[in-house]
Each structure stands twice: as structure tokens, then as C-alpha cells.
């Protein structure tokens, strides 16, 4: 038998697993479970199983054979529970994971059962276990179990010797195959992860309380399911039902009762109606909860159950979504179960009520548990705090679905029985990502469409109360009762009715744009997850490179730019006026080693924490029931100031309340400098709505140079107020004369057509600077004999040149790029804020950077930054470059100012920002400061 210290890693986790046992021992030990007094009686009689096992992994699986549940086969080690084994220091290094076990271990502890539990049926309830469990109670095996998403529990009366110590037994096997969702995804959890319990009721029991909240007529309709033993004589019961409001002031109670007829075994189904009054509805704004207690008694036996839920109703049947019969927006984020210290989230209702508050405070109101369900105390927690949860079943992609169908139609029933009275649970989606067409042939995608109409039809029968989807990601898969797609935040032009005519859930949002990675997150990394050999090679290549001490400002600058996209795809959303919500991807950043190297997108880094450029007070502003919009996108926020312009405004309002009689006010700010104001007032908006409110008239500005301005705008009626603002980067016509010869090279005549100054190059005549597209023959000779040039290169001009885009779209997913912009240079004449931002989306996003290895010793680039860059096509694994846009360099007797901003193309399209940055590379080039100190011979092509 192998020992379990040989898996564990001694110090830390060993530690940490002595101290919580004395913790666990004092606290929980065999003390009864927490009971339910609310009616001054207590509810069944119960017992907490948690704190400390005596333990024993069993990799040979030899347990069974050699009769490891009998009393004396002592186990040496100990185990909490709950707790996955990972986070007890158990099993080697897989790589990816300190510690992993895959395989069978067994569980073991003697419980004094009460004596007064002698004649009660006895049961042993584990809320969730990673897989196979088997059961037995003094010796004796009582039931098994294959599954590990939901709770479930068993029978051991006729094993259980009340009034004595009890010896009972789990084996837990994690091994095999099976469905995969995000539960496992990081790792293949293992044991016991969620309370176990005993409890003792009668003989004749309620099994099941289902309240179905009928919000149109007042009342709740109850529907119980009564169950039995066996040698129980037919009797006449009372079945009543109360229903209470749960909150800091006592409201009125409501009942119904009604008389039934038991005859045991047979399991009874029945329902009762609740009429109610003053009603307070369940939403995520007002999270009013009710507890409807059911009280079975007679032929001298009792049973009670108490139930929370919510009046609320989600109605799907048309294209807007509704809740509690108002148009409804969801601000969704995506949960991966990402715990990279723990594996799995205790189950801690505090803990849940901690982090939704959290992920609340930056304005979500949705989270999508990613092919996955969260715990009951997630629910419980959702249900206070007011946050809807779209929970999957474990099918992370399509090709887990049919091999696994048995096991995930169990998953679903209980998935549903467990959770249908929250009113938390907005949705169940049977997966994530069903792609058809990855499938072999049309049968096996004919049997996958049966198979997703069969799992939906037995959906709706157990709980009719919640939209069911057919999956997560492909919205055309029917039948579905909501529809979600993945859409780009980038389109001109979002889909207008979605198929089926039901409401449409923006599936994993954000383009999985992200950030650079946070190198000194490696430190942190003390948990189950183990620092990825990428980012490893990453943080080598940070030293290598004497990056150290600027690296977290090139890092906070990705961020910020990460910023500017995620306030643009949310507002992008509700500008499109054809969508119901958005399940934004990712609340945390992503570990790296599971799926390549760390996905930087997340509002959070990957601890869960704040502390990235992510602001609550920021995010929450377009992230909230009401927005306020600018009808201008991304590129369009560069004007000319010399210009008269207008700015759109629009209101996205799914507040509860109208906007009535509101007023806009609005200024364009530079500092405390007022250029402009404005104010409109009789603005109305009704629930659902999204319009223009305001057309904001801009004379034309009298700026000296361009100027980073602010544009600040705030509606406000006599409920509430509501404010946005836009940087706006105003640039004014520089000088269209000069006294130089210009002259450019050919294909850059259309691009620079609007400069008549600008002449087609002859090189028997050679001008005062030459603009080129490449440094052909020509041009190379005109520099080295000492002249001057502006380099616009092209697309593969020089050695080491490549694609170096503000955002990186399809390119690198889940990283990004930041930028330096140094000051005391020609730059500091354009507005920036030391890196690039929105004022070159047009410049960047088709624009190249030169790797800077390749680059002279001693070099120093005016713009530069690093990008983190997908190694191979099709992986997920990035490696980091240095790449300028914008450098001088001496070439021969003469001088080459090199840019890679896409400006041909942005001239081309008139854009005021790249009009007034290639007059200061003209000016820059004819002011005498044009003097290189270095040679760039090496970054020529060869021919």
C-alpha cells in the first residue's frame, strides 16, 4: 500500500492540511448539521461528516479485493473533506499540476449514529465527488454512483446500527474517461469535494419540493413528491404548505393544504396552488426570496422541508428577452472554474457572496458557468446577492457529447432537480460550442439533432420554468429556446432577428483580446497550478533582453489598451439594438499549461483579484441596466479641429423605470479647460429602448496643436443620473506648403495625392527628401550618396518586419501588446499618453513593427513596444518580441526616418491623425534634427 506522505509535498501543503484538520476537528467533527428552526421546531436530525478521514489512495485498486472498508483495516493518514486531493498535496508533478492523483482512494470514519434514530430511515447525502463512488456502511456496500456534477445521497438504513459507532467507507476513482467541461478541464480533480452529511427522517418522507412561481396570477404552485419504505401500512396524511417572505422585515405568510392518501412504497406526486399578495419579484436588481416550508404528517409519522425561491418569470417566447414581464439586458462574464490555488471553490456560501459581489460591483448581472454547474452554495449565494447563473452540462465541446449520453442524462435530471428552485438559475444549456460539421458523417449529426431534441424535451418536462438551450456558441442548433452565437465587437453591422425568432446571448465576447502577460504572476503561482513552461520562457526572455525595470510599464500600457477595447465591445453591444446580452470572455485570466500559455483577458488576473487597469467605477459605467453611447466608432474619434463636426449620443436604457423628462449635459474638456458645452432637455426613454438622444454640434476648435480632449456627457431625470465620456483626439490642418523639393517614390502617389508640394522621384534629380515606400536601387543610392528619406515601409521592406496591430485580432489569442512612446523626441508634438492608443487604431491596426533583435546595438526606437506572438499557426503558445515603428538611422552619407504606421493607407482614407503625423515627419525631416548616430546596414534585404 503506498503511503499517503509519499504523495504529499512536506512544508507547505502538509502544513496547511495538519492546521486545518485541528481547525475542521474543532469545528465540524460529527457535530449536528446546522438545522432549520423556522418554524420553532426542528427539521430531521442531522450529522456533519466533515473535517478529517482517515485516508488511503489505492492505485493498484486493490481495496475492494483486499476489504479496505472493514473496521479494522486501518488507514495511517488523514484527509479533509471538503477538499479535491490535488490541494492536499496528493499524487507527483504532472507538469501542469503540483500534485496529481488519478486513480481510486478510499475514504474512512466511524460515526456514533444517535440512538434515537433507531426505526428512521437513515441517509447519507455527499454534495459532490470527482467520479465513481462507491458506499459502504460497517462492512456492508449500501449504493454507488457515477457522476460528479451533482449531489447524491443513499439509503443506509438497513446497514446503520443506531445508538452505536458506525464505520463508514467511500471509495472515490477519478480514473477513466468520461464528459469534460471546465470542472476538470484544469485538471482531473479527485475525492470528495463538497459536504457529506447523515440525516434521519420517518419512514414516510418528503422527497422533493418544486415551487413554480406563477407571477401573472399571484401565487406559487408547489408540487411535492412524497416517498416511502417498504411494510408501511396506507394511511391518510396532511400535507400543508407555507409560504414566508425571507427578508429583514416579517410579511405576510400564505398556506394551502390538502389531505392525500399514502400507500408506501410508491413514490406520490402532488401540488397545491399558494395564493399570494403585495408580491416582491426576484431579479437581480431586487433579489426578494420566499421560503415555502411543506409539512407531511400522519400515521404517527412527520416530515418537513423548507425551500427557498423567487416570484419571478423569464419569458423567451418572443425575440426580446423579458423578466418579470420588462425587456431584459444580459451583462454576462464567463466563469472557467479557474482556481489556480485550489482546484475547486470551497463550499463556502461566504465565499460565493464575496466574489459575486465582486464581479456585481464592475456591473454584471449574468455569469455563464462555462460547460459546467457551480455548487449549491454558489446558487444559495446568487439567489441573495441577485445574480442570474446559465449553468452547462459537462461537455466542453462536441465530441463529448454522444459518448458520454447516458451519464449526461442523468447529470441533466439532477442537474435540474437539484437547482430548479433558484431563482438564480436563469438557464441550462446541454453544452458548449456543438459544431456539426466536426462530426464524421450526416448519421452520426442526425443522431447528435435527435439526441439534443430528446435531452430538451426531457429538459422542459422537469422544470418549465427556465429557458433551455441546445448548446452554448452555434446559434442556429435547434430546438433552443435562446440562441447564442459568438459576434464580433468589430462589425459595422451586427445580425438583425436571429433564427427562430427568439433573443440572441453574444457567446464568449470580447474577441479574446487581451493584455501582455503578468510575468510576476509566476511568483504567485504556490497552488495546484504550476507555472507554465511558457511563461517561464517568457520571464528568460524578459532578463535576456534587460527588460526588468521597464516591463511593467510596457505591461500597464496593454492594459489600458485592453481597457479601451472592453469599453468599446460593450458599448458596441448596445449599440447594436438586436441582442439581449453578452456573456463577456473572461472574468480571470486564464492559467497557462492547460490550453497554451496564459490568456491575459480577463477583468481579473487569474487569483481572482483586482489590481489590473480594470476599474469597477469604470467598467460598471458601460456595463449597467442604462447607457450612455457614442454613435462614433473606435477610428472615427480622431477630428479635425478646424472643422465643424457633430457627435451622436444614444441612450440603451433597461432600467425598471422609464426616463422621464431627463436632462443631457455635455462638455469637451482639455484638463479644467472648457472648449465646449451643452445642454438638452424633455429626454424620454422607455424600458428597453435605444435611441438618440442628442446630436452634439462642434464648431470648429482654435487649437495651436493637436490636443487630447475629453468628451463628457451625463443624462440626468429626477430618479437617477447616469454619465459616460470619450477621449477625442482634435487635430488641426498643418501647413500644405513647402519650400523643400519633395518628391516620392511611385507607389505612393495615389496615398499622398492631396500633397501637390509632392512630386513623382526622378533620380536624375534628386529632391530635399525623399519619401519611400522601399529602399529599392534607387532610393538606396539617392541616401548613400546623402540625401535624406522618410521610409513609409512597406509590408516586408526590411529584415525582421511583421504585423504589429493595436489589437490582436485572430492573431494571438488571449495576449495583446504594449507600447513606449519616449518622450524628447518628434512625438511629443502628438497628443499620447506615452503609448498608443485609440488615436492609432488606424495607423496600427494593418501596420508592422521591426523586430528589434534584428536592429543595431545602441538603437533607440521613438515608438517601440512587445507583442506577445502565437509561436506556430494553430498554437496557443506565444513567445515575446520587441518591434519599432519608429527610428532614425544613418545608411551610407545620408539619413532614413523609418516609420511602419500603416500612413499610406490612413492617408488614403483622409484620416486627420495620420495627416498631421506625416507633417511632422516632414517637419521633423527638414528641421536640421534629422542627425542619426547609427548605422542600420543590417535591417536592408538582401536582393
Known sequence: MMHLLSFMKRGRIYG???AGLLVVSLFFGCEPAARDTSAGRPARSGLSLDGPWAFAPDPEKAGEKEQWWAADRVFADKIIVPGCWQDQGIGQSNGKLRHHYEGAAWYKKAVLVPGEWKGKTVWLAIGGAARYTKVFVNGKMVGEHDGFMTPFRFDISEAVNAGAENVIALRVDNSGGGPMGCFNYLGNWGGIYRRVTMEASDNVWIEDVFVIPDVDRNQARVKVTLGGRENIQPFRANLKVKVTYVGGTKGKTFAAEKEIDMKPPQELETEMDVPMSDVKLWSPET???YAAEVTLSGGGMQDRQSVRFGMRKIDWTGERLLVNGRPYFLRGYGDDNIEVITGLPPASKKFFRQRLRLTKSFGFNDVRFHSHAPLEECFQAADEE??????????VYIFYFLPNKELLRKELVRMLKAYRNHPSFFSLALGNEFYLPALKDDEE?????DTVREFYDLAKTLDPTRPILSNDGEPDLLPTDIHSGGISPLLAEWPGTPPGGRPYICHEYGMYQGSLPDLAANERLTGVILPSAGMEAQVKWVQEHSLGEIYP???????LVLEIHRKNSLEKARLSGTIDGYNYWLITDFPGGVEGDMWAYGVLD?????GKQALPENVSKVNSPTVLLLDAGLGDRCIRADQPGTFRIKVSHFGTDPIQAGTLTWRLLSGTKVWAEGRQSGINAGTGDLKEIAAIKLDALPLERAELLELVVELRDTASGYTNSWPIWAFPHASLGRKETIACQTQLAGSLADYDFIRTFDPAQPPDILIAAELDGDAQQYVRAGGKVILLAKNDALAGQASFPLFNYGDTQGAGSGTIIERGGLMDVFPHRGFCEEQF????????????????RGLRPEVWGIRAKREQPGSYNVSLTRRAMLFTGKLGKGKVLICTFDLPKALSEKRPEADYLFQLLLDYAVSGKLEPETEIEGILKSE
Open 16 to 18: 496547511r492540511l495538519m
Open 445 to 449: 449529426r442526425q443522431q447528435f439533432r
Open 606 to 610: 487569474q487569483f481572482w483579484q483586482p
Open 287 to 289: 433579489p426578494h426570496l
Open 553 to 559: 510599464a510596457v505591461l500597464r500600457n496593454s492594459q
Open 841 to 856: 487604431l488606424n495607423l496600427m491596426q494593418t501596420g508592422t513593427g521591426i523586430d528589434m533583435d534584428v536592429l543595431p
Open 386 to 395: 441577485g445574480m442570474f447563473i446559465q449553468a452547462e452540462l459537462p461537455s
